[in-house]
C-alpha cells in the first residue's frame, strides 16, 4: 500500500536550518507530483511547496520563497525540502502529500518543526 514517512523534524534556533525527508512506497513515484504541506496550532493546513513528476517544475508560497527548496530524487523515492533562514513562523507540524498519476492523493503522518530560542 501507499505509504509516505517525513522525518527530520526537530527544534532549531531562527535562522538555523532543516532539511526534511519524504520516503515514498507503494506507488510510481517518479510519475507522482509531490507537495510539502505544514499545519500550525488553530491554523488551516497550507500549501509550503511542490514539485511536478516530470521536468521537476517547482512551486513555493510566497512565505517561504528564497529561504526553502523542495527536490526529489526518484532513484530513492524520496522528496526533501531544504529549509534555511527559519523563522518562529514556520512552527508547525509538516506533511508530505503524493498526488498519483490517476488522480489519488496520500498524506504521511507529519513531522513536528519547532523554530524557538
Known amino acids: 500500500q501507499v505509504e509516505l514517512v517525513e522525518s527530520g523534524g526537530g527544534l532549531v534556533q531562527p535562522g538555523g536550518s532543516l532539511r526534511l525527508s519524504c520516503a515514498a512506497s507503494?506507488?510510481?513515484?517518479?510519475?507522482?507530483?509531490m507537495g510539502w504541506y505544514r499545519q500550525a496550532p488553530g491554523k488551516e493546513r497550507e500549501l509550503v511547496a511542490g514539485?511536478?513528476?516530470?521536468?521537476?517544475?517547482?512551486t513555493y508560497a510566497d512565505s517561504v520563497k528564497d529561504r526553502f527548496t523542495i527536490s526529489r530524487d526518484n532513484a530513492k523515492n524520496t522528496v526533501y525540502l531544504q529549509m534555511n533562514s527559519l523563522k518562529p513562523e514556520d512552527t508547525a507540524v509538516y506533511y508530505c502529500?503524493?498526488?498519483?498519476?490517476?488522480?489519488?492523493?496520500?498524506w504521511g503522518q507529519g513531522t513536528q518543526v519547532t523554530v524557538s530560542s
Open positions: 514539485i511536478s513528476s516530470g521536468p521537476s517544475i517547482k
Open positions: 507503494g506507488f510510481t513515484f517518479r510519475n507522482s507530483v
Open positions: 502529500k503524493a498526488i498519483l498519476s490517476r488522480g489519488s492523493e496520500y
